[in-house]
C-alpha cells in the first residue's frame, strides 16, 4: 500500500477527517515536551480506519495524537474501551478491555 503525503486540507469532511487535519496540523513537541509531529503513514491508517467506521455505521470514536507520532483511535464506555493506535510508520496494533477481561486483539 503506497503511503500518501496529506496536507489537513486534504481529509473529507466527516467527524474523522475533521480532526485527523487537526492532528495532521499539529507541529513536533504539541504537548509541550518532546512529542513528535504525527506521521502521514499513520494519519493514512487512520483515515482508512475511520472511513471504514464511517461507512458501516459504526459510532464514532475518540482520536487523539500519540506522543510518538501515531494516532489512537478508541471507542469506550462504562463496560469496555476498544482501541486501535496507529503508530508513526503506519502499523498497528488492536486492544479490548471489558469489565475484569484484558485482552490484546491484533496486531499488524
Not at 500518501?4 to 507541529?27: H, N, W, Y
Not at 487523539?64 to 478508541?74: D, S
Request: aromatic share 8%; glycine share 8%.
Amino acid at each position: 500500500m503506497k503511503i500518501m503525503q496529506r496536507k489537513p486540507s486534504e481529509f473529507d469532511e466527516t467527524v474523522g477527517g475533521i480532526r485527523l487535519s487537526e492532528l495532521a496540523a499539529l507541529k513536533s513537541r504539541w504537548d509541550g515536551n518532546a512529542a513528535a509531529q504525527i506521521s502521514s503513514a499513520a494519519l493514512e491508517t487512520a483515515r482508512i480506519f475511520l472511513q471504514s467506521t464511517e461507512k458501516m455505521k459504526i459510532k464514532h470514536p475518540g482520536v487523539f495524537p500519540t506522543e510518538e507520532g501515531g494516532v489512537l483511535i478508541e471507542w469506550a464506555d462504562s463496560s469496555s474501551v476498544h482501541s486501535i493506535e496507529v503508530f508513526n510508520g503506519g502499523r498497528f496494533e488492536t486492544f479490548s478491555l471489558r469489565a475484569g477481561i484484558d485482552s490484546k486483539l491484533e496486531e499488524d
